[in-house]
């Protein structure tokens, strides 16, 4: 069987962590560079049911999309979850790699996951990051096209049931703002919190903005600069980019649900990578357990229960 160091060195070769935004630590968490690596599990977050989960199964490796630690600590003893969580991988065996930026960023990464599955053709990324070592476009996000223009209502169906058919299945919805009538084509896809992105998701003309944990007043001011825009040029005066509707519109996704997308393929492109590598084929398992901090709604029609989370 490959070592852990084998095995990392691939997944940082398919998931580079040059591509990690500055403020990002991806990488090795926890783990013996000299063990074994027989199965590797796949989850949107460490926490501490998945890590049981990860322990349960037989898990050497397990690989998730969100940081353990997303700021500096100072003691990883037994006052706190995260340094429990230390502690029961180690005593089990089972090494932490965390690929989050970076795959967000990669080829067959978190973004080109989401924006295969909404079947987006043509893509490019929607914050380019130039790499002369890599044979295809990376960078954060997608933008890309439909096939065919289909209305508002149909694409947010369409990616409610990607999210949670090819995701993790979710009880949370989508949230969408724009008329449903509406035909659309264009689309950017930036899977995790994306409102800091508006400037260049409206820079690139597209229709729909499909994202996580949209804020109220980052989306209004968009919106209604959006309606100004477009009142403008109909009017006769230039402003933006685009014609005289309201664009772009927005699909708000839970935000563990459209990022474990990823998983689809990683749970292929790894095994096979370290094969290539080792001449060893790992054992792969993808902890379904739904992660979304949320665990029931209230709505005008009731009250939904979601299960535990994990």
């Keep these: 069987m490959p070592n852990l160091k084998q095995v990392i060195d691939v997944l940082e070769t398919l998931y580079p962590l040059r591509y990690a935004e500055q403020w990002d630590e991806p990488g090795l968490i926890v783990g013996d560079l000299t063990r074994d690596i027989g199965v590797i599990a796949f989850a949107a977050d460490p926490t501490s049911a998945i890590v049981d989960e990860a322990i349960e199964a037989g898990a050497d490796l397990l690989v998730t999309h969100h940081p353990l630690f997303f700021r500096a600590v100072h003691e990883t003893g037994g006052l706190g979850f995260r340094g429990d969580i230390v502690r029961r991988l ?102 995790g919190s994306g409102d800091s992105l508006f400037d260049e998701v409206r820079a690139t003309g597209t229709d729909v903005y499909v994202t996580s944990d949209l804020r109220h007043h980052p989306v209004t001011d968009a919106i209604e600069q959006a309606r100004y825009e477009a009142r403008m040029r109909a009017a006769g005066i230039a402003l933006g980019k685009g014609d005289e509707r309201t664009r772009p519109y927005f699909i708000n ?31 792969v398992t993808w902890l379904h357990r739904t992660t979304d901090p949320w665990t029931w709604t209230i709505t005008s029609s009731g009250t939904s229960h979601h299960g535990a989370r994990a």
């Design 90 to 191: 180690y005593q089990h065996g089972c090494a932490l790699w965390v690929g989050h930026t970076n795959a967000d960023a990669a080829w067959r990464g978190v973004g080109q996951a989401a924006a295969d599955a909404f079947g987006l053709t043509n893509q490019q990324p929607l914050v380019p990051i130039s790499d002369p070592q890599s044979d295809h476009p990376v960078g954060l996000g997608r933008v890309g096209r439909l096939a065919e223009p289909i209305t508002l209502n149909d694409f947010a169906r369409r990616v409610f049931d990607a999210v949670d058919g090819h995701g993790m299945a979710t009880a949370l919805g989508v949230q969408v703002c724009g008329d449903p009538d509406a035909m659309v084509q264009t689309v950017a896809v930036l899977p």
């Design 253 to 283: 996704t839970p935000h563990a649900a459209i990022e474990s997308m990823w998983f689809n393929y990683a749970v292929e492109d790894v095994p096979q990578a370290v094969e290539r590598a080792t001449g060893s084929r790992p054992r």
